[in-house]
């Protein structure tokens, strides 16, 4: 293996590649009255929107919502509409998510995070790195966050 050749060939994937790792953790997703929001896991933290809580504050998480399944309306009418071509409509799938997520505030009360995801490869991406950034699989309760003692402005918002 020729050395010379192949180190610009790594060098050229590196930079290929480094700029994803830049965009993980940030995912778009709809707050509050159906609007569009960011939700991003950085490290020791998450951010919904414009909110920031550490992920050790983090009690508990849920996922609920019907889901990906076809969508049966849109495959038969395009299959009315455009004959045997449309049967490629049933393919298409919908997808819709909704997370909870339940942290201590600073001042030891319960709160929540929720928030939807109409993408289902950014709800299943979230889904895993919730959990391995908060330790908790869905549905288990974290009990010594209550313990977690912080301050907001230890866990400034980013700009």
Not at 109 to 112: M, N, Q, R
Not at 129 to 142: D, F, H
């Given at each position: ?11 050229s ?9 830049v965009?993980a ?8 009255s159906k609007?569009v ?6 490290g020791?933290r998450?951010?919904?929107?414009s909110k ?7 009690t ?14 849109l ?11 449309g ?8 997808f ?5 997520i ?6 030891g009360?319960?709160?929540?995070l ?8 950014a709800?299943r991406f979230?889904?895993t ?14 009990r010594?966050?209550?313990r ?10 980013p700009?």
């Open positions: 293996m020729n050395f010379h050749r192949t180190l610009p060939l790594l060098v994937a590196q930079l290929l590649f480094a700029p994803l790792a965009h953790g940030s995912y778009e997703a709809r707050c509050a609007r929001c960011v939700v991003k896991i950085l020791d998450l951010i919904v929107d920031t809580v550490p992920v050790d504050a983090v508990s998480w849920a996922k609920g919502g019907p889901g990906s399944q076809s969508n049966a309306a495959g038969a009418g395009a299959t009315l509409l455009f004959g045997a071509p049967l490629l409509a049933f393919g298409l799938r919908s819709k998510s909704t997370f909870s339940a942290y201590y505030t600073p001042e009360e319960i709160d929540e929720a928030f939807a995801f109409d993408n289902g490869d709800s979230f889904e790195e919730i959990q391995a950034a908060t330790g908790l699989p869905l549905g288990k309760v974290k010594e966050a209550k977690f003692q912080w301050k907001e402005s230890d866990y400034p918002a700009r």
